[in-house]
């Protein structure tokens, strides 16, 4: 039983919350890591950092034409757009576009991803994993992590090196780096590159093919060498023999990615989701994978207390595009909704929604949430205590979040 209930601070600019599920700071006037190095942004000189960009491309440029000058890893998203519109139409190099496919788009999602490759004119390799294994890994997955998209977040940071590595294709140009973006982990003078200590640590939260190799029978699966295929990242002795190295292009060009939809709507004609999500308001984020803003962010309310409606807000108000007021609005509508798609997640790996409730809680922090009357309770950003809904934990698994 705890004695005290547990406090969350909120960053005084934006709403991120303490309880961050990535790496974030707070100074002494209560404003988080993620304002401060989106403020740098103000004062960089963007001209000059282009020209460092472009120079960096020139060293990896085929001279003879022979191979690709760089692999893009897209989605069709906007930001996606974006990357091959500065690369292939603004600064004339020749991408290679490589997808890890979700096996979740959204059919607006499908459709800019089909139309990206005919606007720009570039080759596209396309991956996708057997829906078998997909079952399977979602399944492990969820109960080791308390996610569902492990094996969408290992193909994505996976699948392209073992590209760069076939191909002997040096150079990758992420987008943004995730982290940096919504918490704020480096600053955009430490020109930080990618690394597998940052792909292992924190996009895949220290879980390798490995472990599900390891976990998979504790769970009553079966999972083979070969359906691991796509998630094993190069050897060291590989990647030093090509060279491989990733950059990210939010270092060099200023990103904003309200800026970047309409941009790549009025050129190129992206399209925005046509159907609203349910835990978020934005449309022109994850469309390639609905679970994205759904289940997996549904989870990330049930462990952390916060979901994407805050993410997308705090980044608007970062952006001077809303108020404070107006995302605190937002995220009391939204945060907390129980998505549709949990159902079709249900289905799509034979579960029933009762184990998936009882799981769930199960990953709940306790230094966020605590039971009261049999309902789950957190503090909210107004500062008052508020319910959200019944426990599905037994009884002896409540102890530690009972409040007297």
Known sequence: MIATIPQINYCKKCLLPSSSAIPVAFDDHGVCSACRTSKEKEAIDWDRRLKKFQRILEQYRSKDG??????????GGKDS?????????????????VTYNSNNYTPTGLKNLQRMRDVFGCDHVFFTTSVHTLQKLNRISVQIMGDTQWHYQSGIFTYPFQVAVQMNIPLLIWGEHGHMDIGGMHSYNDFVEFTYRYRHEHILRGFEWTDFMAKAAEYGETLERREMIPFVYPSDEEIDRVGVRGIYMANFVKWEANEHGPLMMEKYGWLENEEPFERTYRRMSNLDDFYENGIHDYLKFIKFGYGRATDHACKD???????REEGIKIIQQMDHVKSKDVYQWLDFVGWTEEQFDHLADTYRDP??????????????????????????????????????
């Open 66 to 75: 022979s191979n690709y000058d760089c692999i893009i890893p897209v989605s």
């Open 81 to 97: 757009f974006f990357q091959v519109h500065q690369v292939k139409n603004e600064m004339g190099f020749n991408p290679l576009l």
């Open 317 to 323: 108000i970062r952006a001077g595009k809303m108020t």
């Open 367 to 404: 230094r966020v949430w605590w039971i009261r009357d049999g309902q789950w309770h957190k503090m909210d950003i107004t500062g008052e205590p508020t319910a959200y809904g019944k426990v599905h934990l037994t009884p002896e698994e409540q102890q530690k979040y009972v409040r007297a």
